[in-house]
């Protein structure tokens, strides 16, 4: 059995029947797992050791050489029975085709650059589960980097994924992104910023403003960003504490410089307001976005001579890094102190007690994230988005409520209903 692109693409002079636009690998999960599978086998060989090619294929079938390549790109529509017979074609003669040649001819590779810190991270990885799904299922391959959380090494990485030809990339930028920015403007690479937003008037159009690489490059890209409400959740989890009587609440917050640290911090004096309590700065520490700061900020909020009777913590690696520190210092949860944590995780509730948290929708991330490229791609030239989504509050025992029979497998109340968007205006 040979190549097998989904169903619907490919050129027909006259369209009486329901045809399909879809690119190559963009049909059922079955047929696109099929066909990677395919593509992924040996060459095969017919005919005393000849490779098949698209001649071959077109001749098997009785169509033309530019039928089978838009069958196979998905270019153009075809009618059923016509690329029915490319199809069987294909799997008669073992056809595979060349990636490589296609791109040189269409000038895209039909991959996508994604530059993630952290990819151990369970919420990382999720992401990179959500990103790679939504790109096989538009044909897409990936090519993956880990920056580190290094802006240096963050530049050198997406220069790298750039020389592979990506047709786009997708980045979780580091807390000084200014260098990559500037790459990504002067070589107009197709860009969707995820999880971590960058200052809205970095994306704007500077054409206008005089600056140099816009002025040579007349398709300065846009770019987009998408990422999880930050602000509001974290205002919940401190309301939550609040009402069960805690009036000293402390934050170990995440990495300075980053968009979601500074919407947490945000969302944590918003909650304090509304829930008519002070903010006292000692009572917000970083834990710099990891295990080991976030022990280092726990021990030094319990040092104080009024420590916190609660916590939030605003990530899952802090979370473990804070359990320890509490654990070190004869500290008990929820007994001696409460514990809530932005960032759920799939071994939160085993956990004795389990962790209330606000879960993000991770998987969707990525998955927005590869949709929102694609369509940067299909057209460059339309206004900038950011999308955000909503999260979910998981209320389990952490924060000193008592267990329930169902607590287990109730998945809370989400925070905001439905996705934001919006245009990015300076």
């Known amino acids: 059995m040979g190549y097998r692109p989904p169903e619907g693409a490919g050129t027909a002079r006259h369209v ?17 797992a099929r066909s990677l599978a395919l593509a992924a086998e040996p060459a095969r060989f017919w005919r005393g050791g000849a490779m098949a090619t698209m001649a071959d294929v077109a001749r098997r079938a009785g169509v033309s050489v530019a039928t089978v390549s838009h069958v196979l790109n998905g270019t153009r529509p075809v009618l059923p029975h016509t690329r029915e017979a490319v199809l069987d074609a294909i799997d008669a003669l073992g056809y595979t085709p060349n990636s490589l040649a296609r791109s040189l001819v269409t000038s895209r590779t039909r991959s996508i650059g994604l530059a993630v810190s952290a990819i151990s991270n369970p919420y990382f990885t999720e992401i990179l589960q959500g990103v790679e799904a939504a790109a096989l299922e538009a044909g897409y391959s990936l090519l993956i980097a880990d920056p580190h959380d290094d802006p240096a090494h963050e530049r050198k990485v997406v220069q790298l994924l750039h020389e592979r030809r990506v047709d786009g990339m997708i980045v979780a930028p580091s807390a000084d992104p200014e260098d990559l920015i500037g790459y990504l403007r002067r070589h107009a690479v197709p860009t969707v910023f995820l999880d971590r937003l960058v200052d809205a008037s970095v994306t704007e159009d500077s054409r206008s403003s005089g600056d140099a690489s816009a002025r040579l490059s007349p398709g300065v890209p846009w770019f987009d960003q998408v990422c999880a409400e930050g602000a509001a959740p974290t205002g919940r989890l401190v309301g939550h504490l609040a009402r069960l009587g805690h009036r000293r609440i402390g934050l170990i917050a995440g990495l300075p410089g980053l968009s979601t640290t500074a919407e947490r911090i945000a969302g944590f004096q918003e909650g304090l307001a509304a829930a008519g309590l002070a903010h006292d700065e000692r009572l917000v520490v970083p834990g710099n976005s990891e295990s080991g700061g976030a022990e ?27 359990l320890r ?16 944590c932005f960032d759920d995780f799939a071994w939160a509730d085993l956990f004795s007690p389990r962790l209330t948290a ?14 929102m490229l694609l369509e940067r791609l299909a ?48």
């Open 325 to 340: 520190a509490l654990r070190r210092h004869g500290r008990s949860v929820p007994d001696d102190i409460a514990l809530c």
């Open 379 to 426: 057209e460059p030239g339309r206004p900038p988005r950011t999308v955000r989504l909503p999260c979910t509050f998981v209320h389990r025992t952490s924060c000193g409520c008592p267990e329930e029979p169902d607590l287990a497998e109730a998945a809370g109340r989400t925070v905001s209903s439905t996705p934001s968007e919006k245009g990015i205006v300076s």
């Open 16 to 32: 009486d029947r329901p045809v399909d636009r879809r690119p190559a690998f963009c049909g059922s999960p079955a047929r696109t």
């Open 296 to 322: 280092r900020a726990t021990t030094a909020l319990l040092a104080l001579s009024e420590p916190p009777t609660a916590l939030v913590t605003a990530n899952n690696a802090m979370t473990i890094g804070t």
């Open 358 to 371: 606000i879960a993000q929708p991770s998987r969707e991330l990525g998955a927005q994230a590869v949709r």
